[in-house]
């Protein structure tokens, strides 16, 4: 799968790129100095499983990309 650029979103005023590289993983890069600071991925009960030196600010991104519409995560029924 080729990387796709979801767009962009601030936190903390900083700006960050989300790249999907692959369904549902997605690398956070810092925009001002086109730095990885790491990667989230999407888990089954809508938690984001966080990578990278910077947690805390890694899950602010990766909340702010779902609230923003910028990941291509759907709802899912649970089975019962």
């Known amino acids: 799968m ?4 979801k767009g962009m979103v601030q936190v903390h ?5 989300i790249v999907r590289v692959r ?3 997605y690398d ?9 600071v790491g990667m989230f ?3 089954p009960h809508r938690e984001a499983i966080v990578e990278g030196d910077l947690p805390e ?4 991104v990766a909340r702010a990309a779902l609230q923003g519409g910028r990941t291509t995560w759907a709802p ?3 089975l019962a």
Do not use: F, K, N, P
């Not at 956070?28 to 990885?36: G, Q, S, Y």
């Not at 600010?57 to 602010?60: S, W």
């Open 76 to 78: 899912r029924r649970l």
């Open 2 to 5: 080729q990387a796709v650029v």
């Open 13 to 17: 005023s900083v700006t960050y790129r």
């Open 57 to 60: 600010v890694i899950r602010e």
């Open 23 to 25: 369904a549902g993983h």
């Open 28 to 36: 956070v890069v810092r925009l001002l100095d086109d730095v990885r």
């Open 41 to 43: 991925s999407l888990g």
